[in-house]
Each structure stands twice: as C-alpha cells, then as structure tokens.
C-alpha cells in the first residue's frame, strides 16, 4: 500500500494537470471564475496542488479577495500555500499584510524569503526588507539572482551604501558575481545612494554589460556628477556598437541641459529625429523641451513643444521655466493660461519669475488665485511671495503670508524637504520691511541656520543702520562655525561703512583673504571705496583703485563721486565723473552731482558747461518718484505730475507747512539775533 502512494500520487497530479493549465492561462476574470467552476465539479476539488494554482490566478488577475477565500478553503495548505498567497499581497501593493502572512507560515522557504523582501522593498519599506534579508542569510538560506536584486533595491530605497556595499560582498561570493542584471542592479544601487565612483568600479569590472547597464551609469552620472563624464560615457557606448534606447537618449538630454550644452543637445535631437521610433515619443519631447529651455534656447523649445502631438503637464512646465529664465515673463504667462491642468511647479515657477524681474504685485497676485483654486502650496511657493514681500517692503502682506507659514507647520529644518529658506525669506523680507524685531524672532526660533539665515541678519542689520549688531551677528556667526561667503563680508563692510568704522572695515577688509579665504570682489571694493570716502580717505581711496585686480565699474565711481562731493574735492570728483560719462552716459545722476558740486563751489561756468553737455548728448533728468500707502491704496507721485485726483488738497497743505516752515525759520533767525546781542552786551 505504502509503495502504491507515490504513484497514485503523480497519477492524480497528471490528471489534474489540464485544469492547472487553464488556470494558469485564464486571460480573464470570466475565464478564471469558468475553469474554478470547472475545478469544483471535478474529483480534484479538494486537492491542495490545484487550489494553489488557483490562488495564483486569481492574484495574478487581481483579485486578492477572491484568492484569499480560495486560500482559506484549502483542507491541508503547504508552504506552496502559502507561498502564492504571499506573492499575491506583493504583487497586488500589501506589504503589511505580505509580512503578517509570512509570520503565519509554520515552515517558510526561499521563495517565501524573497517575496515578501521584494513585497517590501517595491513599496518603500526598505529597512524592513533588510531586516528579511539578514533572516534568510542567517537561516542559512542561499540567495539567489531574486533576492540579491530585492536586497539592492532595498539598499537604494534606503539611501544606504553601507548595507549594498555587505550585499555587494554577498553577491562576489556567490555565482552571481559576473551576472549582468545583478551588476546592473548594483550599479543602479550605487547611482540611487550617490555613490557614482563605486558605480564606475562596478560597471568597469563587469565582463558583459548590456544597454540597462550603461543607462544606469549615464543616468547616475547625469543625477550625481560630474555630469560631463555623462556625455563621455554616451559617446564610449556607442563606439562599443550599443544603440541607444529612449532611457539612454533623455538622461543624455537632461545631462545636456544641466550642462547648458546646447551644441550636444542639438546632436541628440538630430538622432531622435531620424528614428520613426523616437521622434513621437512623450518623455523624449519633454527632455528636448527641458533641454533647450535650460540652454537658454526658448525658441527651439517652442518650436518642439509646438510640434509635440499632445502636450504633458511635464512639458508645459518646462517651457514657462524657460520663459521664466529668459524674463520674458509675458510669453510664460500664456503658456501657463493654457494649461489644462497646472501643477503647484508651474504656479511657483510663473509667482518666481513674477518676484524676480520686478512684478511683485503680479506675484501676489497669483498666490491668491492659487488659494483661490485649492492648490496646497509648497515651501517654494511661500518663499517666492515671501521675496515678493520684502521687495515691495508690503509688512501687512507679509505677514499675512508668515499665518499661512505658521499654519503649514514649517519647523525651518533641514531633512529629506528642508524648509530652513521659508525661513530665510521671512526674516530677509522682515528686515526689508523695518520690522527688525520680528526678523529677530523669525531667526532666533529657527531649528536650523544656513549661511544664508546669516546672511540675511547682517545685511538687514547694515540696511537698516544697525551697525554694531550686525557685526555682532558676524561674530556670532563665527562662533557658530559657519563659515562666512561673499555676501557676508559685503553686509560686514556695509556696517563698517554706515557707522563709519574704518579701522574695523579695514582689519575685515583684510580677513577676508587672510582668514576665510574670499577673493575680494568688485562689490567688496566698492564698500571699501564708499567706508573710505565717507570718511574723507579719498588718498587711501584713489590707492586703493590703483590696486584694484579690476576695473572699477560704475557703481563704484558713483560711489567715490558721492564722496567728492560730500568732501568738497572738485578735482577727484571731475575724475570719478569723467569714468561715469564713459561707462555709463546715458545716466543723468553723475552730471547732476558734478553740476551741485560746481555750484555749492560757487563756479557758475563750470555748472553751466555740465549741463549744456548734457542737454547735447541727449541726456534727461529722470523725474523724482515717492509712494505712499493708505487705507490699502498706494499713491504714486511723480515730480511735476498734476494727475493725483487729490492734488489741490495736496498743494493747499503743502502752502501750510512751508508757511509754518517759514514762520520757525523767522522765530529761530530772531532767537539768533537776541543771543548775540545779549552776549555782547555782557562783553
């Protein structure tokens, strides 16, 4: 009897056979629920064998409720059980449940080790499917090509190298150390942990590589530096007699555009145009489209975009970038009017480009249409309106853009979506604003600084006349162990500059080279030009200018122009004036300065040559403008402007202060004469 079992065995699994292949084969639901219907009404309802392959069908189909009734009917149910069943909550996105059900199996075996690894590791649970891996090595399991490659996706989910370097080890020793796809997944591992020398060695030790793994290596390359050794990679593979598929040729692109290498990008295109294959393709459009609107090329990227036979969210986005770049802010807009669908990069990007040349209130503007469109927005959206706050120094609108800031529970901290530039903007816009306490706060509440929160507090300290506790701040900022940049020593200076500490400014002045290892640059000696100046220096000054690594420009002279005049020195003022004529004549400020230091020395001819020369080269005075903000209603004045619909009531007040004016200036006059008599009647 005992010796009968086998075979009667293997003869009921040959008759069942034909059903499992059904199973197997089901196309459909309809299909899969006919041949189950079949199984029941056959003698092999019950056996364990067929309701596995049944279980597999319906995962397969998706149908994780209908296999998990099946599974729960099996009579006697095996590893293979359970096994199916796992595989269905992987493949179906059940991690969890993959990992409850592999603690349920009373004996599991490889192949339920590798998959819930893989159950977990497809869905971002990478530390636990280490914590799997580690189990089945010390369970003495071997693994195999499956899990080796669930372990480095584990690894590059993780952002861990150090574990895919123990994998990596793992995989030498086993006879999968010269297998294609596992070196190409460690390659990928290695290109996804940021570690692109570990991937070249990998990729130069590989006795076979196949297109995957030079696309790994392009692409980890192009994501992680140095980008150029991108485009090398891409020209060697070609020489080896590889084609190029859509991965290989829009990571090329991307690296072309993070290059801005507009002359290699457009060879890429040439190849994608000469492919039936590649020429319609979507991902492919929007990387030409990237490219060229990165390079500074929005013509091309229009022409691309206007030939792609559908548009993507993803392309759209890309050329209002590029308009963005260009500031040509109008053409931007219309794309973004277009769009059909707008993506929270596409609002930030347009609310940027609006911020940055000059359309604040543009800016604001479209942040409140986002709200109004129940878009959530980012911490690059908050940052953008915050510049856009502080350069029209609006503190009301700021502020309420720091509510919604608070309401978003920005901590100002570095992580995987640092948010510490939130930060920066509010304390930067703060100071732009006046309002240096509550930028203090902003700053002192933060969880985490950068050079820039730094940079931001010294310079609006030296803005806003704060002198010492800018500097305060600067060596505060050293003792923190940040290291100062440019922009440091440029609010540094300024300070030094505005409360006219010259020693100081010149011991930091010298620091920089000395201590921090900064070159000085044009607008570091334009500082210096402006602390010397202001000082009456203006022989150090004219020294200092001689050494310059440079030539001076015209901020500088103007600046040294400033203090010519303040200082009364005519004849280095004619200097720094005859440097603005030529660097910049169609600027009427130098000829105006020159004119009022002619005039305050009483030289009438000299006045009278400066502005007939200006009037000559054409050169106009632009008129004077103020603005003044009441009630939510700002005012714009110009000089000789008559369109204020308020004006007589302007000119009547007007009348009354300079009558009151002139009244003091009789009663101060008179206040005069009486002390002098009185003084010398005592005498």
């Given at each position: ?312 969210v993803v392309s759209e986005t890309s050329l209002i970038t590029g308009y ?243 200082h009364k020195n005519i004849e280095m003022g004619e200097w720094a004036a005859?440097?603005?004529f030529e660097l910049d004549p169609e600027n009427s400020g130098p000829y ?92």
């Amino acid at each position: 009897m005992a010796r009968n079992h086998p075979h009667h065995f293997v003869s009921h699994l040959r008759a069942s056979a034909p059903l499992a292949d059904l199973l197997r084969s089901a196309p459909s639901l309809p299909a899969a629920r006919a041949a189950h219907a079949r199984a029941l009404k056959s003698p092999f309802a019950d056996e364990t064998f067929l309701l596995n392959t049944l279980v597999s069908a319906y995962a397969r189909l998706g149908r994780l409720a209908d296999a998990r009734r099946v599974f729960d009917g099996i009579p006697r149910p095996n590893t293979f059980s359970y096994n199916a069943l796992l595989s269905a909550h992987a493949r179906l996105g059940r991690p969890a449940d993959a990992r409850a059900l592999f603690d349920a199996i009373p004996d599991p075996d490889q192949c339920s080790y590798n998959a819930v690894i893989a159950a977990l590791a497809q869905h971002s649970r990478g530390a636990d499917a280490l914590l799997f891996v580690a189990a089945m090595h010390a369970d003495d399991f071997v693994l195999n090509a499956y899990s080796f490659a669930s372990a480095l996706s584990a690894c590059a989910v993780e952002k861990d190298p150090g574990a895919g370097m123990q994998v990596h080890a793992l995989v030498s020793k086993s006879p999968h150390g010269n297998d294609v796809y596992i070196g190409s997944a460690l390659l990928d591992m290695y290109a996804k942990c940021e570690c692109p020398e570990a991937a070249r060695s990998v990729f130069e030790a590989m006795p076979e590589r196949n297109i995957v793994s030079w696309n790994s290596l392009i692409t980890c390359y192009e994501q992680n530096g140095p980008v150029d050794k991108a485009l090398v990679l891409f020209v060697r593979m070609m020489e080896a007699g590889f084609v190029p598929d859509e991965v290989t040729l829009a990571s090329v692109m991307s690296a072309c555009a993070g290059l801005a290498a507009d002359r290699e990008g457009r060879q890429v295109h040439a190849r994608v145009l000469k492919s039936d294959r590649f020429r319609e393709d979507m991902v492919l459009s929007n990387a030409l489209v990237d490219m060229y609107a990165k390079c500074g090329r929005t013509w091309e990227a229009r022409c691309v975009f206007d030939r792609m036979p559908s548009k993507s969210v993803v392309s759209e986005t890309s050329l209002i970038t590029g308009y963005a770049r260009s500031a040509n802010v109008e053409d931007a807009q219309v794309v973004f009017s277009q769009m059909v669908e707008k993506n929270v990069i596409a609002w930030n990007v347009l609310i940027a480009a609006y911020a940055q040349n000059g359309e604040e209130e543009e800016a604001l503007r479209l942040f409140v249409r986002l709200k109004r469109e129940s878009v959530w927005p980012t911490h690059y959206t908050y940052g953008n309106v915050l510049n856009a706050c502080g350069n029209v120094a609006d503190l009301q609108l700021g502020q309420q853009a720091h509510v919604h800031v608070l309401k978003e529970g920005f901590r100002f901290d570095f992580g995987p979506e640092s948010d510490v530039f939130v930060g920066n903007s509010l304390v930067d816009m703060y100071l732009k604003a006046g309002s240096i306490e509550d930028g203090v706060k902003v700053f002192e509440r933060m969880a985490a600084r950068d050079n820039v929160s730094w940079n931001a507090m010294i310079v609006g300290h030296a803005q806003n006349g704060r002198a010492k506790d800018a500097l305060h701040l600067f060596e505060r900022m050293l003792c923190s162990k940040e290291n100062p940049d440019s922009v440091t020593m440029i609010g540094v200076l300024s300070a030094c500059g505005h409360s006219g500490l010259v020693e100081e400014g010149r011991r930091y002045f010298r620091s920089m080279s000395e201590d921090h290892g900064i070159t000085p640059s044009q607008d570091h000696y334009t500082c210096m030009i402006d602390l010397l100046g202001r000082a009456g220096h203006l022989k150090e000054v004219e020294e200092l200018i001689k050494e310059m690594p440079m030539e001076p420009d015209s901020v500088l002279w103007a600046s040294l122009l400033g203090s010519c005049r303040l200082h009364k020195n005519i004849e280095m003022g004619e200097w720094a004036a005859g440097k603005l004529f030529e660097l910049d004549p169609e600027n009427s400020g130098p000829y105006v300065l020159l004119s009022n230091m002619y005039a305050e020395l009483g030289k009438w001819a000299d006045v009278f040559r400066v502005r007939r020369s200006m009037k000559s080269r054409g050169v106009s005075k632009q008129p004077g403008c103020s603005w003044i903000e009441i009630g939510r209603q700002v005012s714009v004045f110009l000089a000789r402007d008559n369109g204020h619909p308020c004006r007589n009531e302007i000119h009547d007040t007007l009348r009354i202060i300079q009558m009151q004016m002139s009244r003091v200036s009789v009663d101060a006059e008179y206040a005069d004469c009486m002390v002098n008599y009185s003084s010398e009647t005592c005498i």
